[in-house]
């Protein structure tokens, strides 16, 4: 979808130029007058800078930060109007497409919800059990967990589902993982059920001779 929406633009924009270099203007004041008028979209800088996307607002360059909202821009009146001028897509199909995008976002993030819930109930919080330690924050993860997820099924508007399956990923799995990686620095290793960093890091170094990792990632541990 990305590269059918930087095309449709793309190709309005030659349309554009065509028009005006068939109407008599020469290719030079047609170039002018567009570097003149977009000239705030021109960097070159750092383009991952941490401070360049505040940069490009203070020069009036529009801001999404949210991919929900930016499917949401596709049914707006100018985008409908981009697309249908360019024989690419009506309303209809637009909007079909955005609700498309609103369902896959949410179940690609119930998908990790429900994941990140198994790893707690089948390995995390039995690692810890097992290491005689405290497991009500843990239980307290997995149910905020599930709880936010019947928060998203419970809505019935695709963009509001979707805007709460997106701060169920970028902000409640965040902060509970922060609970979760305290379990992880309590936990002696060896009870541990995934890989740690010093694993992955000294992978090398802890293979047998037929180049085996026993231990790692749970494939070869034994009790």
């Not at 020469?26 to 991952?48: C, M, Q």
């Not at 690419?88 to 429900?114: C, D, F, H, I, P």
């Not at 307290?140 to 709460?164: F, N, T």
């Amino acid at each position: 979808m990305v590269n059918t929406v930087l095309n449709t633009m793309t190709a309005e924009a030659m349309a554009e130029y065509s028009d005006k270099l068939e109407a008599g203007k020469s290719p030079r004041d047609i170039t002018t007058e567009l570097l003149k008028t977009h000239w705030k979209a021109v960097f070159n800088g750092n383009g991952y800078a941490e401070d360049w996307p505040d940069k490009a607002v203070e020069r009036g360059i529009w801001r999404i930060d949210s991919g929900v909202d930016a499917y949401k821009e596709m049914v707006s009146p100018k985008n409908v109007a981009l697309f249908e001028k360019m024989k690419v897509m009506n309303k209809e199909e637009l909007e079909a497409r955005t609700s498309v995008n609103y369902a896959q976002y949410v179940g690609q993030v119930e998908m990790e919800a429900l994941c990140m819930v198994d790893m707690l109930n089948q390995q995390v919080i039995p690692a810890v059990k097992s290491a005689n330690q405290d497991t009500g924050a843990l239980n307290g993860v997995v149910s905020a967990l599930k709880d936010a997820l019947k928060g998203v099924h419970a809505e019935a508007d695709p963009y509001a589902q979707a805007s709460l399956a997106r701060k169920l990923r970028l902000e409640t799995m965040v902060q509970q993982r922060e609970i979760v990686d305290g379990a992880e620095a309590l936990c002696p290793s060896h009870l541990w059920p995934m890989a740690t960093y010093k694993d992955l890091l000294f992978l090398d170094s802890q293979q047998d001779g037929h180049g085996q990792t026993p231990g790692l990632l749970g494939v070869l541990k034994k009790d």
